[in-house]
């Protein structure tokens, strides 16, 4: 009962913030930029903990912890160098992408591609459409991981069922995403990544209360010595030394994700990037011990059925209860405020993107059909989550955010260097996708060697075709 009563007044904070984020958007002329960029008004620091927040949040606590559980230290290795490359990525990125959106009055990251790209207005909006579609496919199998991951810690939580509380937190999600857009989302991630920081410093503190780091990994050692002493970087890839790549991930995860990249385009004009990652690093390295949660359960249940549910037993096994239930409280909406950046850019997808690229115009009642979008894209999820309910949180995460990262690293990372044009794009698109579906599906590379080399190759054929186009200049005259 005490969590269920911590559970509704949460709730009826975060609808509160969604109706005030509503208040505020309104004054925004352009409706679709109000809802899907929040009026522009977020600041540095929302700015430092939406990017963390949205970063980790459901595989960051749930799906890193069964990761090292089913796989050992590699995840815990790996897991370190995701907060150097989001800060890194929000440095190189976040102030070229936020002026050249500006310049082109972008809302989503398709339309971004397609409009910093010169050429022809047809081909535009066939790249538009494309990168929509893309984010809606790929998206759509990366909410699968999220939406398990949340059912699976409010079950055990709430004491009901994966589904019951699968479909009760999503109703929380769409409501507040409705009201207030994407100003809402970065609001909610802030307050959560609070709360995630002090749940990272309380679980370290237990683990290391009942044992020293350097005795679980010994103890963990005599009994899988390959978790402590791996000789491939397997899940992530076959060399040893292929964990490495997630700093490479993790970079590209942050800089051309729709999700993650749109903050940059939502940024106030005047605001200091620098004074972002000062945040930032700190914020991330602290949210990096999570996984040693999977090493100590290992340790002290290594028969667990489904590694995923290494966290939630954890916060129910080995804290008090009231400090188990707000850790939980705190996890699991920084979970849902992911769901609900994700749910924005599939809803952007639909709404915007592909009605766009096809109508030529935006409607007059689009934060209407925005909200809309939001309502159907809430259901969605929720069916596709009931209908595949195989694989883990990380590789379910890793394969559906893959596949864009594929496509987008061309046009938005390598035309930092050569401004190539439309057709130039599209076709790096279209390799980044092919061969990511080849490197996954048909040669079963890593999770994220896969979607790297894919990225590559699109990237090649960019950096190719843009210069020789280009007049076999790197920049356009």
């Known amino acids: 009962m005490i969590n269920w009563i911590i559970f509704i007044t949460a709730s009826m904070i975060l609808i509160g913030i969604g109706v005030w984020s509503q208040h505020k958007i309104k004054s925004d ?15 540095p620091f929302v700015g430092a903990m939406t990017l963390m927040a949205t970063g980790y949040s459901g595989w960051g606590f749930i799906g890193s912890a069964g990761t090292t ?6 995840e815990i290795f790996a897991n370190f160098f995701f907060a150097p490359a989001i800060t890194f990525g929000t440095l190189f990125c976040a102030n070229f992408m936020r002026k050249r959106g500006e310049e082109f009055g972008t809302t989503t990251i398709p339309e971004y591609i397609a409009a910093v790209h010169r050429g022809d207005e047809k081909t535009k909006r066939i790249v538009h459409f494309v990168g929509g579609f893309a984010t809606f496919i790929f998206l759509s199998v990366f909410i699968i991981g999220q939406i398990r991951a949340v059912g699976l810690v409010a079950s055990q939580w709430l004491g009901i069922s994966v589904e019951l509380s699968a479909i009760i937190l999503m109703i929380v999600i769409v409501i507040f995403t409705v009201q207030g857009g994407l100003l809402a989302v970065a609001l909610t991630d802030t ?4 709360g995630m920081l002090v749940a990272s410093v309380i679980v370290y503190v237990t683990i290391t209360s009942d044992i020293s780091i350097t005795e679980l990994l010994t103890r963990v050692g005599e009994v899988k010595p390959n978790f402590t002493n791996p000789e491939t970087s397997a899940p992530y890839g076959s060399g040893k030394y292929s964990a490495l790549l997630m700093f490479v991930y993790a970079f590209l995860f942050t800089t051309t994700l729709p999700y993650m990249s749109v903050r940059f385009l939502s940024f106030k004009q005047d605001i200091k990037i620098h004074t972002m990652a000062l945040i930032m690093a700190p914020v991330g390295i602290i949210l990096s011990v999570v996984p040693f949660v999977g090493l100590y359960m290992f340790y002290k249940n290594p028969n667990l059925a489904n590694p995923d ?12 209860p009231a400090v188990g239930g707000m850790i939980t409280l705190f996890i699991l909406f920084a979970m849902l405020s992911t769901i609900s950046s994700v749910i924005q850019a599939l809803s952007a997808a639909l709404s915007h993107d592909m009605y766009v690229s ?7 009642n689009s934060s209407f059909i925005n909200r809309i979008s939001v309502i159907f894209i809430g259901v969605l999820g929720i069916a596709l989550t009931f209908m595949f309910k195989g694989g883990f949180l990380n590789q379910i995460a890793i394969i559906g955010t893959g596949g864009l990262i594929s496509m987008f690293l061309g046009p938005i990372m390598v035309r930092f260097f050569i401004e190539a044009n439309i057709k130039t794009c599209l076709v790096s698109m279209l390799v980044g996708l092919v061969t990511n579906g080849l490197f996954t599906l048909g040669l079963s590379l890593g999770w994220v060697e896969a979607p790297i080399l894919a990225g590559l190759c699109g990237g090649a054929v960019y950096a190719v075709m843009g210069f020789v186009t280009n007049g076999m200049k790197f920049k356009a005259s």
């Open 29 to 43: 002329t352009n409706q679709a930029e109000g809802f899907l960029l929040g009026a522009k008004q977020i600041g």
């Open 69 to 74: 559980y089913a796989y050992g230290t590699i």
């Open 191 to 194: 307050l959560m990544a609070i």
């Open 309 to 320: 549910s290494a966290m939630p037993m954890f916060l129910n096994t080995y804290l008090h």
């Open 358 to 364: 096809i109508t030529k115009k935006s409607d007059v």
